[in-house]
């Protein structure tokens, strides 16, 4: 029997540190790791950079001044185009912005989990991708073509957090939605790879209602599994539940307005995720009557 | 019967997809994402559609409606290696478009700290060098044809040019539709190109609306109206709800 490597949320963030590179699953506001970004916000963690295909996740740390530099191509609410906080601080000024294309970012990843320095793509060549990364460095073809194309550097994390619908104890975790989005790579890329799920199982259990593709992550790449029930609200984390449109809806209008966001943050995420998944309860009884 | 100006924006947008053949076609925007629905159900038998997630959906649903019959699977990893095929035509929005078809999506103003950050670059940089790309601007104005754009998110044929054969390689802007007009890059320099204008507008109505020197044709032909067959698919079963009529009011 392999290892056990369960934890809380907290233990996750209690084993990351200030400065460190961190990559973070999902896509938009999509599977995102909802619920260890929030133990991340009542942590002292901070001056972070973060790699992510962005949602609420970006938002969230961006608001409360932990980043220190974003890896991105976007950030989105996917329903609601723009992600007010990630807009809100890039008009500040608030962080260092390495803007990548959406392929560069998956090649960059994926440099990093094949152990290469770069891998070439041909996106980003013309565009002020490049004007703005002064840092990225073209490559020439060995071969006949002796065609230009850019290296993306690859995308090492110091740690990896991303969420996925069942896990073991042993850290194989399972996707049942549509699509994995880059959570494999994302733990692949990392030194230390965290998974949290709506529920842990046992590994015979796995295969139970799924067929074998659906397990996505392998424990080697895995450090620690956290069991956080609803973990990915308020993004979508298919089948489990979808994305809750109202909850992201009253986020994103609180987001608009300093005084607002801070009765919304007092209300919601003032305490731990026992206490957030109460607030979230009730405040869609409220939304109900 | 009477077209609306939406109608015609919407037949604009599915003639991006005349004769594609076996390829996704990915629009953003609701005229776009109709117009797509409309090539493939008349002159783009072939085109290949996705749900907005994660499918390939071989029915052509409502817009709103879920697709019944799903014929592939085509989660972000392979959509983006799907770019890369170039079996795609994709239209996208701009916040900023210039003569020479670049695009920004990202930020306006200065990109270190812009006056209004947008999306990001997105996946703009790769489809641009990869795919046949067009343009959907559901309000054509002076803010959006600019003389130069602040983040060159979508490549242009100046930038492409500039930056060498790899990035002219399989780059490809084919149609700009707006709601006042139909343009392309046919011209000597690869500059915008006004090539058919709605019914109701006029030329000087779209030299007022754009930032930079259009070339225009003299002899200015109108944007085609939908046959009786695709108007009425349009109004039954694409759209039955108007949603069209949102994206861009009546004139």
């Known amino acids: 029997m392999s290892r056990d490597k369960t934890m ?17 699953g999902g896509w938009g506001a999509r599977r995102k790791p909802m619920a260890l970004v929030r133990a991340l916000l009542r942590s002292d963690v901070t001056d972070l950079t973060v790699v992510s295909y962005g949602g609420p996740d970006v938002g969230l740390l961006a608001a409360a001044g932990k980043i220190r530099k974003l890896v991105a191509a976007f950030a989105t609410l996917d329903s609601i185009p723009l992600e007010p906080h990630f807009t ?22 994926t440099a990093a989990s094949q152990r290469l320095p770069f891998l070439p793509v041909r996106a980003g060549l013309g565009s002020d991708v490049m004007r703005v990364n002064p840092h990225l460095r073209t490559v020439t073809s ?47 890329a990392a030194d230390a790879a965290y998974v949290s799920c709506e ?50 809806r009253a986020y994103a209008q609180a987001a608009g307005d300093p005084e607002t966001w801070r009765v919304f943050a007092e209300w919601f995420l003032s305490g731990d995720e026992d206490a957030y998944q109460a607030a979230v309860a009730a405040f869609h009884e409220e939304e109900a009557r | 019967m009477t077209v609306t100006r939406a109608e015609y924006c919407v037949v604009a947008c599915a003639e991006a997809w005349r004769d594609a053949g076996e390829i996704l076609a990915g629009p953003m925007g609701t005229v776009p994402a109709i117009g797509a629905r409309l090539a493939k159900l008349t002159f783009a038998p072939d085109l290949l559609l996705t749900d907005g997630e994660a499918l390939l959906t071989a029915d052509v649903p409502a817009m709103g409606a879920k697709a ?11 959509h983006l290696a ?3 095929t170039g079996r795609r035509h994709v239209m996208m929005g701009a916040g900023q478009i210039d003569r020479y078809g670049n695009q920004n999506i990202s930020c306006i103003g200065d990109w270190t700290r812009p006056k209004r950050q947008l999306l990001g670059v997105r996946g703009a940089p790769v489809n641009t060098l990869n795919n046949p790309t067009s343009y959907w601007i559901p309000r054509h104005s002076r803010r959006v044809f600019v003389e130069r754009v602040d983040m060159v998110c979508g490549v242009g044929h100046d930038r492409a040019a500039a930056a060498g054969p790899s990035a002219t390689r399989y780059h490809h802007l084919a149609d700009v539709v707006s709601d006042l007009g139909v343009f392309d890059f046919a011209t000597p320099d690869r500059t915008m190109r006004l090539r058919s204008l709605h019914p109701g507008v006029t030329a000087e109505q779209v030299a007022d609306a754009t930032g930079f020197t259009l070339t225009i044709p003299d002899d200015m032909p109108y944007t085609r109206a939908p046959t009786p067959e695709e108007l009425r698919l349009i109004r039954e079963v694409i759209d039955p709800k108007g949603l069209r009529e949102r994206e861009v009011p009546a004139a």
């Open chain 2, 82 to 84: 799907l770019v890369a």
């Open chain 1, 199 to 248: 529920r842990i199982v046992d590994t015979a259990d796995l295969l139970k209602d799924a067929g074998p593709q659906t397990l996505l992550v392998e424990r080697p790449f895995v450090t620690g599994v956290a069991e956080t029930p609803n973990g990915a609200h308020f993004t979508s984390c298919a089948p489990d539940h979808d994305r809750d449109e109202p909850f992201q």
């Open chain 1, 142 to 188: 060995p071969y006949e073509d002796g065609e230009e194309l850019v290296a993306v550097p690859a995308l090492r994390l110091d740690a990896a957090l991303v969420h996925l619908n069942r896990a073991d104890a042993h850290g194989n975790a399972q996707y049942l939605g549509p699509d994995p989005y880059f959570d494999d790579l994302f733990c692949q």
């Open chain 1, 8 to 24: 809380t949320a907290e233990q996750v963030v209690g084993r990351l540190g200030s400065g460190m590179t961190i990559g973070i």
């Open chain 2, 68 to 78: 019944e019959v799903v014929e592939g699977w085509l989660p972000y990893r392979r």
């Open chain 1, 88 to 109: 809100a601080a890039r008009q500040r000024g608030a962080f260092e912005l390495v803007e990548l294309d959406e392929a560069m970012v998956m090649w960059g990843l």
